[in-house]
């Protein structure tokens, strides 16, 4: 009996250990904002920048979770320099530059793939301009190794105009493609006289990328700065109507491009609004596709605190945990554990979902938001 006993022991010890080695994880950044002429005392909440000693404190935090936490890639998901006038546009491709080279320094120092993504603020001509590889020469020392630090970036036809590419951070063998997209261009306020094309090829490009996915038996990580969905600030939403693709919107192809290849689909990664949250994504039969985590901002402001966020995922490459650091006097941790996540989020009431979220969503902040935009429909 004694025996019995060790060896099922045994088979348990096994058992917890491999599961507990199945977890990984990966840590993603966003809206950092840098404003590096002053602390955070001076700048107003109402700037949503971050001044220097607060992102002095995120970048000590985020070292902090590369040694305690070993994840296996890092994501930034735009928004580099402060905001600013159209005439300081100048300024703010100073401060791009400094962010570019103290994340660069974080990734090659630690030896860690980080990839980045396009911000609306990221554009060397203007806010909501078009996305320029000459962005990265303002991290003179650095600029050739951009856009994906410590791994290659498989660009599109289209890379230098659109900015979109694919990364296998892990390695090929790893089967974890990451498509990044640049959703600047979906928005209300893009400036191009090629608009319409430039749409139509990024999400020409998107398909092509989740077939290959499938064909290779891979899983796909769909990451993104500006989210589709309802902007509840400004009561519209995020992604324009007015291009039309295929005789519908952006956000309608889009959705159907996701349903055809959901079972290869990991999940959602956007930021843009600063706020922590989650969005769940549907098809034009009203059935799930998959879940999109909102990532929090460096940045603070009123409504949020500064934040970093930890995502793990099992060996299915099904998310099991969404963990969010935010700043107030020290760091806290919010953790959200299910494993897996997305049907969990799936069958989740509207009343409980909208609970967690509105807490999620001013994490440290005593405001209640009455608007949240939580399911992603055809428009």
Not at 129 to 152: E, M, N, Q, V
Not at 201 to 207: F, N, S, T, V
Not at 258 to 285: C, P, Q, V, W
Request: charge should be neutral; proline fraction near 4%.
């Amino acid at each position: 009996m004694a025996h019995i006993r060790k060896v099922v022991l045994a088979i348990f010890t096994i058992c917890w250990f491999s599961s507990a080695h199945a977890q990984k994880n990966f840590l993603v950044v966003s809206d950092i904002h840098l404003d590096d002429a002053d602390d955070q005392a001076a700048i107003l909440n109402t700037a949503r920048n971050a001044g220097i000693d607060t992102w002095d404190t995120a970048r000590r935090e985020i070292i902090h979770l590369l040694h305690i936490q070993s994840p296996g890639f890092i994501i930034y998901l735009g928004d580099l320099p402060l905001h600013v006038p159209s005439q300081k546009v100048a300024t703010a491709m100073t401060n791009a530059g400094i962010t570019l080279k103290e994340l660069r320094d974080i990734a090659q120092q630690h030896h860690i793939p980080l990839l980045f993504v396009p911000g609306n603020n990221d554009s060397p001509d203007s806010d909501y301009g078009k996305f320029s590889p000459t962005l990265f020469d303002y991290d003179t020392a650095g600029a050739r190794a951009w856009p994906a630090i410590g791994t290659r970036a498989l660009k599109s036809t289209d890379y230098n105009t659109l900015g979109s590419y694919a990364a296998f951070p892990l390695g090929r063998k790893a089967r974890l493609r990451i498509i990044v997209l640049n959703t600047v261009l979906y928005t209300w306020n893009y400036h191009s006289p090629d608009h319409d094309a430039e749409c139509a090829a990024q999400l020409a490009w998107l398909g092509r990328e989740l077939r290959a996915t499938k064909t290779h038996h891979e899983t796909a990580l769909i990451v993104m700065h500006v989210p589709p969905g309802i902007d509840v600030y400004k009561g519209k939403t995020f992604w324009t109507t007015k291009v039309r693709i295929n005789e519908t919107t952006i956000q309608n192809n889009f959705l159907d491009t996701l349903t055809r290849y959901r079972n290869n689909i990991m999940g959602l990664l956007a930021s843009h609004t600063h706020m922590d949250g989650f969005k769940r994504l549907y098809d034009k039969e009203g059935k799930f596709i998959t879940l999109m985590i909102s990532i929090p901002a460096v940045a603070p402001s009123a409504y949020n605190n500064t934040a970093v966020k930890l995502i793990r995922y099992n060996a299915q490459r099904q998310w099991t945990t969404s963990d969010t650091w935010y700043h107030t006097d020290t760091w806290h941790l919010n953790s959200i554990h299910h494993a897996p996540l997305n049907p969990w989020f799936e069958q989740m009431d509207s009343t409980s979902l909208f609970q967690m979220v509105d807490t999620l969503y001013n994490t440290g902040v005593k405001t209640h938001n009455k608007a949240l935009d939580l399911d992603v429909r055809r428009n």
